[in-house]
């Protein structure tokens, strides 16, 4: 093989998201201008904040009832787990391939992860959390949609069925992806989404928490912080919902603000179209991936449409050293790989081991899984062409550090 790769480098950017766009720009200066950037504070009783008008556009776009926006994905998970009332140390089960708030948000809310297999799909292993539900009588599943894989949702709401177990869903890959036909987040009991920057909107922070419980919907808006200002939101329950939580439930201040919400607005108009933006790209380099026969791809569910912003793919042949040797190749060429596999979080990437402060035995399944597993966002400032070159130089480099 020549040394001379017949791809040239690439020159993107992989952390360049599209800026945001005039219409939304406008939107935040008109908050800028009226000063009025809280989301309760609105000049008369009757005016409806841009918080209030994003929450019930989401519920509209979600399909739910009622939706709230916060300070962050990881926020409303942790919100979600209070509003069910988890307990000190309750355990909560939970991937063990996803990102670090996900463990966080639970420690954050006082419970245990119970961290669950991962199968080479890179979702949920239904077997061993059928066996850990039953093993640790837990209430909750904290069911992470890493990277926009859905597992057969189905088959978990089965489970949830069978150990009476409440379904929180972290939807932070998959907004504006469905499963049977319906948005992904509405299978479960309550849903969290993420708007920060490498999401699918783009508030630099933010999130949402979605449901169609009067309960739970009631409970979330006063542990977001709304002190009694409750009737301000629209995609809300009755007053009467709060009347029996109002004075139990804790202000945990984590509110989303106009300024947010005002830019989101605009960009929940174009998410469909977006996602399929991202769709093209991931299809384009899947199928130059999949043309390799060393490099193994995760499949998806039949019933599943998802909304790939990144790609992960395995080379399950590389030994140590080809490991290496295959990222600094591609590195050298302009495509820069996160790697699972790695002992040391590096960046976002981190392994379950990496999370000290969760008690975990050995999980052999997920350790085989993410041993080679690559993993590269695909923003939308790369064109059609760009992701075929991306992919051709992953190719390209795998057969040659391979011979
Ligand atoms: C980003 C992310 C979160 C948390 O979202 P933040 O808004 O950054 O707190 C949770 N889960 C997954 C899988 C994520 O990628």
């Not at 909750?140 to 057969?152: A, K, P, T």
């Not at 699918?200 to 808006?221: P, Q």
């Not at 174009?270 to 130059?288: A, F, G, P, V």
Request: some cysteine.
């Amino acid at each position: 093989m020549p040394d001379t790769p017949a791809t040239q480098p690439f020159t993107g950017n992989f952390t360049q998201q599209e800026a945001i766009s005039d219409e939304a720009i406008d939107a935040a200066v008109e908050v800028l201008r009226s000063g009025r950037l809280h989301r309760y504070n609105v000049a008369n009783a009757t005016e409806l904040s841009e918080t209030a008008l994003l929450e019930t556009e989401f519920a509209a776009y979600q399909g739910q009832r009622y939706a709230l926006a916060l300070a962050s994905g990881g926020y409303a998970m942790q919100t979600a787990l209070r509003a069910i009332d988890l307990q000190a140390n309750e355990p909560v089960l939970t991937n063990a391939f996803t990102l670090s708030p996900v463990p966080g948000a639970i420690d954050a809310a006082g419970g245990k992860p119970v961290l669950i297999e991962t199968t080479s799909d890179l979702v949920i292993d239904l077997e061993h959390l059928d066996k850990a539900a039953s093993e640790t009588q837990a209430r909750v599943l904290m069911l992470s949609h890493m990277r926009g894989h859905i597992v057969d949702m189905d088959a978990v709401c089965a489970l949830a069925k069978k150990h009476k177990i409440i379904i929180i869903e972290d939807c932070a890959h998959t907004m504006g992806a469905s499963f049977n036909g319906v948005k992904s987040g509405t299978h479960g009991d309550i849903a969290c989404f993420s708007t920060q920057t490498y999401k699918h909107m783009n508030s630099g922070e933010g999130g949402f928490l979605t449901t169609n419980s009067d309960e739970l919907m009631a409970r979330s808006i006063i542990l977001s912080g709304s002190y009694m200002l409750y009737e301000r939101h629209q995609a809300a329950p009755p007053p009467e919902a709060f009347e029996k939580i109002r004075l139990q439930t804790p202000n945990c201040s984590g509110r989303m603000d106009n300024l947010r919400a005002a830019i989101l607005r605009p960009q929940l108009r174009t998410l469909d179209k977006n996602c399929s933006r991202w769709n093209e790209r991931y299809q384009r380099i899947n199928k130059t991936l999949s043309s390799c026969n060393a490099i193994a791809l995760p499949k998806s569910h039949v019933n599943a449409v998802e909304v790939f912003s990144s790609f992960q793919f395995s080379v399950p042949d590389f030994n140590d050293e080809q490991n290496k040797l295959f990222m600094k190749r591609c590195y050298d060429l302009g495509v820069e790989l996160k790697w699972f596999g790695d002992k040391d979080p590096v960046a976002y990437t981190s392994r379950y081991e990496s999370w000290a402060y969760v008690n975990s035995t050995t999980l052999e399944n997920t350790d085989k899984v993410l041993h080679r597993l690559y993993d590269c966002r695909i923003p939308l400032t790369f064109s059609i062409d760009d992701c075929e070159q991306i992919a051709q130089i992953i190719v390209e480099q795998t057969n040659h550090t391979l011979t």
